[in-house]
């Protein structure tokens, strides 16, 4: 290679730099961006949607409040479909935080997804707050990630609890989703502390997710004749087994988590579901104002009865956008680094960082699912409460404390 | 034991679903040479119409109703017709109301002649111009009408899934020894079996049939017989494609949840099925589905769900070894 050629190749790569950098630089006026992301589409595509209206609640009661302003900058959030595929929620999320340069992301709900972008954000420094993925792993992943719910160890042994103590039950069954780590961590925790309380797991039954039909398994399940069946399922699947479980004449009723939580549920399993239970993050006959207020607030935006989805999402951006008030007042200059225009700079990481820190010291924050207080583990501890289906109606059953 | 034979129930209901696609294949490639490898995405199509047929014979019906009602209104004058009319506008307001079994039957044929209408366009628009080029142009044809009908799924209906209403509500019927069987899976069992004797009528016993025959034998022998072998072909895409939208809907009714990939992987399945009985036999369709269907309820009653893809292609791999030709098919030297 000649001088020439080599002083050419140079000359291109540094005005390819500076067309980029003048690319990336100018985005007018500063804004605060949030990234969300949730399977808007797909087998589960109620808990990507009820997380962005739970999301976009809050936003717009900030537009009412303060013009959607936080120290100055306005919010905008940017939401992004993973279409119900972990490997979609990757690639969404370098999306976020590489092009729209957010300064915190939000998603998922399913625990897969969220284990599969949360490595992305903390990688970046950037925090992510999950609202309803329920697997203890999912926060394992670093310190940039948090959660809003429960977890499983403890919903498993809500479940567990409410066979043993209020069904009195000891021979359950077990039927879980092989691909689905929120669903194969549940079973796990439902079985330790099952047996702890002296019952037995009969057998354990495995299924896919997209699978149509299930008589399989069931049929195996019935041979073994037992009291009642754990599903920790996604709410699609659910359906469908209930309705297959029914028609093979199982009557025991079948028990599950907040996988179930979503409006089509009972579209889908219709009348098999009579009977059965799942624990959820709220009931929505819970008379609490703060909670009530929420649903008239989000049925008179959308049009339709919030999930406990959407509860948590809301949650999420609030509980986010107190952690962004708090470090506009405590620390403006910082806080300036997380407006658009310094993405990429020097000035953005420490910024991400003491936001970081400003929301893992989040206490007794008063959201619409609860009181939530992060512990050192950056998991939120509140009591799950346990629903019964009673003539295609979700009523509220009981509270399970910690 | 009774856990094994209702395994054996479930197998057999499930594995006609796949004798029913499976059909499509087999028909195709008797006459054609061809693997339509969009015949799964047929199946798809076919709850898909089948879902929004309720709406369609309700609309159909009131807007009926409404314009007898109108020329009722006009006629009043004229006395036998004008209250005939009426009393039809009435009957035909009340479609949408009627009989659960009738609405059935009326959403099954519409999906099946749906998807009949869809197979002529297809077999006209993307099979016909490739016919005299090489199996293979025809072949990557027919994957790419796959994924046309596949990703204009999406498009229209949406990725998200959708729930098939529930026409028939689900019953038991016990069979004895605690092996029991749902109304819906009767259904299925009776609506296909009915479908293929009249698929072996209308190849055995018809003229059409007859020619049907005579073209998988050799399209030129048959057009010198007088046979139009253009019309022969498109009659097998309407037939096979029929046979598809009936499984579809039959499917639909008893797992409601439908998505446009749905197809993927019966449709694949299907194909293993026609392999397994020997492709271009029709009886030979029906066994592969069966055995395929038993197959796979059996590997995840008794082995691991997780192998419950991986049977179809363990036995497409064991009959291609053992008996290439087919269970039922006749092995045939291939000139070279």
Redesign the interface.
Known sequence: MSLSTRLRLGLAGVIALAVLALGCGGTGTDELVIGEYGSL???D?TFGQSTKQGVELALGELVAQRQGRIGGLKVRVVSEDD?GRPEEAVTVVKKLLNQDRVCAVIGEVASSRSLAAAPVCQEAGVPMISPSSTNPRVTQVGDYIFRMCFIDPFQGTVMARFAAQDLHVRRVAILKD?KNDYSVGLAQFFTEAFTNLGGSVVTE????AG???F???L??I??KNPEAIFLPGYY?EV??IA??A????IRAPILGGDGWESE?LL??G?EALNGCYYSNHFAADNPDPRLQEFLKSYKARFGKESDAIGGLAYDAARVLFQSLEKLAEQDPDTFRGLASSKAGTAARRPADKKLRDLIATTTNFAGVTGIITLDENRNATKPAVVLAIRDGKKVYDTTINP | MSEFLQQLVNGVTWGSVYALIALGYTMVYGILRLINFAHGDIYMLGAFFGFYAPGLIVAAGARAGEWLEGAHRVLHGVPVLGPGLGRLAAALSAAGSMADALQALLVLVIAMVGCGLLGIVIERGAYKPVRRSSRLAALITAIGVSLLLENGGVLVFGPDPKFFPQIIPSSNIALGGGVTISNQQVIILTVSILLMFALRFIVTRTRVGKAMQAVSHSHMAASLMGISVDRIITFTFVLGSMLAAAAGVLVALQNPKIEPYMGVMPGLKAFVAAVLGGIGNIPGAVLGGLVMGVAEVLVVGYVSPTYRDAIAFVLLIIILLVRPAGILGKAQAEKV
């Open positions: 589409t797909g087998n595509a279409q092989v039954q495995a299924y896919s699978d149509q039909d008589r399989a398994q049929t195996n019935k041979g699609t359906g469908l309705r297959q029914r028609e093979l004449g089509q579209e889908i219709g």
